[in-house]
């Protein structure tokens, strides 16, 4: 192989990430290149990490390389699925805007308390209706139902209601 590869081990600004990291970044490179490539774009600074991507594949195969593993998409042994850390992600940016709307003027914990009976609540109507739902009803627009169907949508109504693991979410966001 002649090529120099791109860093596949970095994110896109090429700092060092765990291979969870790592292949979300990988997996939003390919979503890019795709992108371009349907609407016939150039395909711009990642085209040159897919082209490695398929030498490497190309060069490996007989050794039983995959395209995840070219592509650095695989999931590593005991990590979560690049597709769940995304998910995860998704719902956590959700639960943040959530807490956001709720009023600064209680207390941290009262305001956490107080995201945990609402989501335990919507969790009522996820289960008999929202989650047959493809989309976001437009009726729930500009409304914090809009961020609870995307937080249960995100990952299939696996949402936290405890003040402690919701704690840890806004904290680590």
């Known amino acids: 192989m002649t ?13 060092e990430q765990d291979a969870g990291a790592t292949a979300v970044v990988n997996a939003r490179r390919l979503r890019e290149v795709a992108r371009r490539a349907l609407a016939g774009e150039p395909l ?11 030498l490497t594949y190309l060069d490996a195969a007989a050794s039983g390389i995959t395209l995840d593993d070219a592509f650095g998409v695989a999931t590593q042994i005991g ?9 995860q992600a998704r719902r956590d940016r959700a639960l943040c805007a959530l807490f956001a709307m709720l009023p600064e003027d209680r207390s941290f914990a009262a305001r956490i308390d107080a995201l945990s009976a609402q989501l335990r609540r919507y969790a009522v109507r996820w289960r008999r209706t929202d989650h047959h739902l493809p989309a976001c009803p437009e009726s729930y627009s500009g409304r914090a139902d809009a961020l609870l169907f995307e937080a ?10 405890s003040p ?4 840890d979410i806004l904290t680590s966001i």
């Open 3 to 15: 090529a120099t590869p791109p860093p596949l081990a970095a994110n896109d600004e090429g700092e």
């Open 44 to 54: 711009g600074p990642h085209g040159p990490w897919l082209a490695y991507g398929f």
């Open 79 to 87: 990590a979560a699925p690049w597709w769940t850390i995304e998910d």
């Open 152 to 161: 249960f949508h995100a990952c299939g109504g696996g949402v936290p209601f």
């Open 164 to 167: 402690r693991r919701l704690r």
